[in-house]
């Protein structure tokens, strides 16, 4: 306010019918805040920007000139300034940022109002309210724009600061908070953003004026574009691409500037053309995936099973032997030995119980009063599986899914064979014929069973017998397999209905 109540130059111009010339919202705070005290109402107020060629009432004459009878002041003296909360203040600084050509006379219609006690005025509720929420809506949805939109460009080396130019063009005034945005962020790396209308410098400490562009965008080139085009078409995925949102999020007038718009209208066709439809084909080919512990044969689709045990594809271990080791025995036996899985020789030569173990069932069949060739011999697992130790194949335990892809061929031997009596060598052969794995080899010992029509008898495997130590428990665990053996002739001539313990 003027010193001695002395209107200041807003008032007079206001009272003599002239528009009052202000450049950014300071000046218009300072104006009008003397136009407040003075109760100088809107409709007597003309505004005009320095922009603006002036309006019907800038070339009135000034107050005092001849033929003028010069304004009518309030009888009383000004009134003190008024208060206005700082959040409402920090609304219309806000507003003042929308470009509008009435945006000063409209923000001093409202603060007006405001003093005269019509408060709701700030309330979206009200229709100057309203506005004034647009505006301020407007402006924050353009600073975001600008902080999403702006592309710096990096200048040659040899150019000089700053070091990175960017061209924009706001629909509003939002340069200056913008400008602190990227200041805070961008460290003291030199930086200018330029605009149609003005232009901010960033010399690393501080923000200057630089004006308006001289030079059009075009000409603000940057080496490592090219890399960036390539980075945005390897992240492009036109099986998701949305071309209608696409465009309510990013504004027509956005792309321009943009270096992803020159090829974003190729890549769309593209995508419209066929590209949308094998996008990711390469991508999911890729994934590993989960595995999920389902039995295999729910987990298989339904498709042609193996007619050859030597095509079988079922696990992994066709991979690493040498072949696969059928059942071998008469095509009618009694009595079915099943072990775990061929060993080195066996693997070699293609035969089941070709190695020391086989030798030890000999002794065991000879031992047992039992004729070895009326016996018919496999396994659980029809593969060795096995892993390297120096220049030997050393056997290795099978997995419950290798045993359990294998039953389809111990299910077809089962069924070709039809034996009385199945003879289980070991705990995973015992699991194998059972199809469970909750039975164990030591509570099997010498107890029959019936399962399937048939009498399962449980003894150790030859292999155990050859690395158990000392001799006294090597002789009692082939002692445990001639009984077993002898147990198994027996039940022979046991009536299918009989009990397991009366079959003991």
Not at 102 to 124: C, K, M, N, T
Not at 163 to 192: C, I, N, S
Not at 447 to 469: A, D, F, I, Q
């Amino acid at each position: 306010m003027a010193a001695g109540g002395v209107p200041n130059l807003a008032v007079r111009q206001a009272l003599a019918g002239q528009a009052v010339a202000v450049d950014g919202f300071a000046e218009w705070r300072d104006a009008a805040r003397e136009l407040l005290a003075w109760e100088i109402a809107p409709e007597r107020v003309t505004w005009r920007s320095p922009q603006e060629d002036g309006d019907l009432f800038s070339g009135a004459a000034p107050a005092g000139t001849p033929g003028h009878a010069g304004p009518a002041l309030p009888e009383r003296g000004p009134r003190p300034a008024p208060h206005i909360p700082r959040a409402f203040m920090e609304m219309l600084q806000s507003a003042a940022c929308c470009r509008m050509p009435d945006r000063w006379a409209f923000l001093y219609r409202v603060i007006w109002r405001w003093q005269q006690g019509e408060h709701d005025v700030q309330s979206p509720a009200d229709e100057d309210g309203a506005r004034l929420h647009a505006m301020v809506k407007a402006v924050r949805r353009e600073e975001h724009d600008m902080h999403a939109y702006i592309r710096f460009r990096e200048r040659p080396a040899d150019a000089g600061p700053p070091r990175f130019v960017a061209w924009y063009e706001p629909r509003h005034d939002v340069l200056p908070q913008v400008a602190r945005h990227f200041a805070d962020r961008m460290g003291k790396v030199t930086w200018m953003i330029a605009t149609p209308e003005a232009s901010v410098l960033w010399d690393g400490h501080m923000l200057h004026d630089a004006g308006p562009l001289v030079k059009g965008p075009e000409e603000l080139e940057d080496s490592g574009e090219a890399l960036w085009l390539t980075y945005y078409r390897s992240i492009f995925n036109p099986a998701r691409l949305n071309a209608e949102v696409m465009r309510q999020h990013i504004a027509s007038d956005r792309w321009k500037h943009l270096p992803e718009g020159k090829i974003v209208p190729h890549m769309v066709s593209e995508a419209a053309r066929g590209a949308r439809k094998v996008g990711q084909y390469d991508a999911v080919g890729q994934r590993k995936g989960t595995t999920i512990p389902i039995a295999p044969e729910a987990a298989q689709p339904e498709r042609q099973q193996p007619s050859k045990l030597d095509e079988c594809r079922r696990c992994a271990l066709w991979q690493f032997a040498t072949q696969a080791v059928p059942g071998d025995g008469p095509k009618q036996a009694r009595i079915m030995f099943v072990g775990e899985q061929p060993g080195d020789q066996e693997d070699l030569a293609g035969l089941p119980f070709v190695g020391p173990a086989g030798k030890l069932l000999d002794s065991v069949c000879e031992q047992a009063g039992v004729d070895r060739a009326t016996i018919y011999v496999t396994n659980a697992v029809k593969h060795f599986k096995w892993e390297p130790r120096g220049k030997r194949r050393l056997h290795k335990t099978p997995a419950q899914r290798e045993i359990e892809a294998c039953h389809y061929w111990l299910d077809k031997e089962l069924a070709r064979v039809r034996p009385d009596v199945v003879v289980a060598l070991g705990a995973t052969a015992l699991k194998s014929v059972l199809r469970t794995a909750t039975v164990t080899l030591k509570d099997s010992l010498g107890k029959p069973l019936r399962h399937e029509g048939r009498w399962v008898v449980t003894t150790y495997h030859p292999s155990y017998v050859l690395r158990v130590p000392g001799e006294e428990a090597k002789r009692a665990a082939f002692q445990a397999m001639v009984d077993g053996l002898k147990l198994a002739h027996a039940l022979l001539d046991r009536p299918a209905d009989a009990d397991a313990a009366g079959a003991g």
